[in-house]
């Protein structure tokens, strides 16, 4: 290679060099230019936190990924929710025995038994929102069951006159109605599309403090009400560690979109960071024929059980005080008779095993639960059941849980 060709060689790797520092400063000034607010240095006394012009410039996408999505939730789901106050006259059934005796009032003194009100007005207070233009808003029955007086109060400080339609305890259900304009309306979701992790998002007035809101995470689905310690509902719920405290029953449980996947319902007394929620696809089923006055039916047949188990089977053979010879098979044990139940009726006996109905093997109480809850009223049901080394077949025909007395 001649001095000519190695000093041409030389000139172009030097020309390529400064091209590519040149190009490199060019990005690194259109990046500046194009994204002030992403290489802004952190605040100090000195200098200042990016302006919303600056913020204003950086592509919506890129906001978004950055973004507090719990405050978007609630910016979307907020005006819609409400506070419930209510009122109610309890009557006082524990007056003291001896303070109309005038004997005692002679021999004690007038002041020493202060005569008790026969009547008092409980108040409380619970959560709500808005699922209607027309004034429809879902809460727990338990928060306006009742109540002589319903008062419900917006976010934005109007207060209106709430009229119960209708209360359904069994799913501790029931709607509301007031009559405004301009109501803000909550957007509701699907409690089918949700999975165990996804974001929980519990908005409501916990211990009179409004407008509060707490954030955790699905814990789990499908939990019956029985294993959540409320076994007189009848319901799967979504269990969350959201903090769900006395006030916030009847509030929603939204998703990191704002739409509305629970309705916000009980805590467990004994554990931390456990609440549940009715599922909105639950509350979806029935809140127009709440809303139209109707009654909800709840098919039952009056047993307190248990799913039998091989560790259940052997506890009751070592028991001695045992009162039920339990055959090893699967199936549901029945633990109690309710009296003057159609399983009473029918000639069902404490210590019977349940192992089909209507030719469907049962190996849970939440599936026989279930499974008498689809029943429609009227319709007799096929119950194999084991009883000692017998097995008999009995008919049983549904009653309604909510003519039911206990």
Same mark, same amino acid.
């Given at each position: 290679?001649?001095?000519?060709? &190695?000093?041409?060689?030389k000139f172009r790797r030097v020309t390529t060099h400064t091209l590519a520092v040149l190009v490199g400063m060019g990005v690194t000034l259109a990046s500046l230019r194009s994204f002030p607010a992403l290489v802004m240095p952190p605040a100090s006394a000195d200098n200042h936190l990016p302006t919303s012009e600056m913020v204003a410039q950086i592509p919506g996408s890129v906001r978004a990924r950055a973004g507090n999505f719990v405050a978007e939730a609630v910016n979307q789901i907020g005006p819609a929710v409400v506070r419930i106050d209510t009122e109610?006259?309890?009557?006082?059934?524990?007056?003291?025995? *001896?303070?109309?005796?005038?004997?005692?009032?002679?021999?004690?003194?007038?002041?020493?038994? #202060?005569?008790?009100?026969?009547?008092?007005?409980?108040?409380?207070?619970?959560?709500?929102?808005?699922?209607?233009?027309?004034?429809?808003?879902?809460?727990?029955?338990?928060?306006? &069951?009742?109540?002589?007086?319903?008062?419900?109060?917006?976010?934005?400080?109007?207060? *209106?006159?709430?009229?119960?339609?209708?209360?359904?305890?069994?799913?501790?259900?029931?709607?509301?109605?007031?009559?405004?304009?301009?109501?803000?309306?909550?957007?509701?979701?699907?409690?089918?599309?949700?999975?165990?992790?996804?974001?929980?998002?519990?908005?409501?007035?916990?211990?009179?403090?409004?407008?509060?809101?707490?954030?955790?995470?699905?814990?789990?689905?499908?939990?019956?009400?029985?294993?959540?310690?409320? #076994?007189?509902?009848?319901?799967?719920?979504?269990?969350?560690?959201?903090?769900?405290?006395?006030?916030?029953?009847?509030?929603?449980?939204?998703?990191?979109?704002?739409?509305?996947?629970?309705?916000?319902?009980?805590?467990?007394?004994?554990?931390?960071?456990?609440?549940?929620?009715?599922?909105?696809?639950?509350?979806?089923?029935? &809140?127009?024929?709440?809303?139209?006055?109707?009654?909800?039916?709840?098919?039952?047949?009056?047993?307190?059980?248990?799913?039998?188990?091989?560790?259940?089977?052997?506890?009751?053979?070592?028991? #001695?005080?045992?009162?039920?010879?339990?055959?090893?098979?699967?199936?549901?044990?029945?633990?109690?008779?309710?009296?003057?139940? #159609?399983?009473?009726?029918?000639?069902?006996?404490?210590?019977?095993?349940?192992?089909?109905?209507?030719?469907?093997?049962?190996?849970?109480?939440?599936?026989?639960?279930?499974?008498?809850?689809?029943?429609?009223?009227?319709?007799?049901?096929?119950?194999?059941?084991?009883?000692?080394?017998?097995?008999?077949?009995?008919?049983?025909?549904?009653?309604?849980?909510?003519?039911?007395? *206990?």
């Open positions: 290679m001649s001095i000519t060709d &190695k000093k041409t060689n109610r006259t309890v009557s006082n059934n524990f007056a003291d025995p *001896f303070s109309n005796d005038p004997f005692f009032r002679r021999f004690f003194g007038e002041g020493v038994f #202060p005569q008790m009100p026969n009547e008092y007005q409980q108040r409380g207070q619970g959560s709500g929102f808005i699922i209607d233009n027309s004034g429809i808003i879902l809460t727990n029955a338990h928060v306006v &069951k009742g109540a002589d007086t319903v008062t419900v109060v917006l976010r934005d400080g109007r207060s *209106f006159t709430g009229e119960v339609r209708g209360i359904d305890e069994p799913t501790d259900l029931a709607v509301v109605k007031i009559d405004g304009e301009n109501l803000p309306v909550a957007s509701l979701g699907s409690s089918e599309n949700v999975r165990v992790g996804d974001w929980a998002i519990a908005v409501g007035n916990p211990l009179g403090l409004d407008n509060t809101v707490t954030l955790g995470i699905v814990s789990t689905l499908k939990r019956p009400s029985s294993q959540a310690g409320i #076994p007189d509902k009848r319901l799967d719920f979504i269990q969350t560690d959201a903090a769900i405290n006395p006030g916030n029953s009847g509030g929603p449980l939204v998703n990191d979109r704002g739409e509305v996947i629970g309705i916000n319902t009980a805590i467990r007394a004994d554990g931390q960071g456990i609440g549940f929620a009715i599922p909105i696809d639950k509350a979806k089923d029935i &809140k127009d024929r709440l809303a139209r006055g109707e009654k909800i039916p709840h098919p039952y047949i009056g047993i307190r059980m248990i799913t039998l188990t091989p560790e259940i089977i052997e506890q009751l053979k070592q028991n #001695p005080n045992s009162l039920a010879i339990v055959p090893d098979t699967k199936g549901v044990l029945v633990m109690e008779v309710i009296p003057n139940s #159609p399983a009473a009726a029918a000639g069902l006996r404490r210590g019977d095993v349940v192992t089909e109905i209507d030719n469907e093997e049962i190996t849970s109480a939440e599936q026989l639960q279930k499974l008498v809850e689809n029943t429609n009223m009227g319709q007799s049901l096929s119950i194999s059941i084991q009883r000692g080394t017998q097995t008999q077949k009995i008919s049983v025909r549904p009653g309604e849980l909510q003519d039911a007395r *206990f």
